[in-house]
């Protein structure tokens, strides 16, 4: 499996921006989907994000498109989450996922890893 440490959560005003990390280890990067998944109070946790680690290809949930990017740096088998424009219903633990598939997962039941999580919280 591949263990996975994300950074980066935290308390912003709604109307601003945060940026999430995920450092991926264990286990070699390709063939990896990598995802972000969200978990509010008393919420199922839902997909936020995800990208193909080899092409690349992105998909986002509708309720942040626009708003959110995905983004990985090879080199430091990083995986990255920017959020922008952050409103009070973005509050949640946030986590980083990974599995060894060939497209970008939706459902939690199809990742394997994920890391610890980390609070994202945004004020109004």
Known sequence: QVQLVES???????????GLS?????????????GWFRQAPGKEREF??????NDGRTVYADSVKGRFT???????N??????????PEDTAVYYCAADRRISVGLSELEYASWGQGTLVTVSS
């Open 78 to 87: 990083t995986l990255y989450l920017q959020m922008t424009s952050l409103k």
């Open 8 to 18: 980066g959560g935290g308390l912003v005003q709604a109307g601003g921006s945060l």
């Open 70 to 76: 995905i983004s990985k740096e090879v080199a430091k």
């Open 22 to 34: 995920c450092a991926a280890s264990g286990w070699a990067v390709y063939n990896l989907v990598m």
């Open 48 to 53: 936020v994000a995800g990208i193909g680690w």
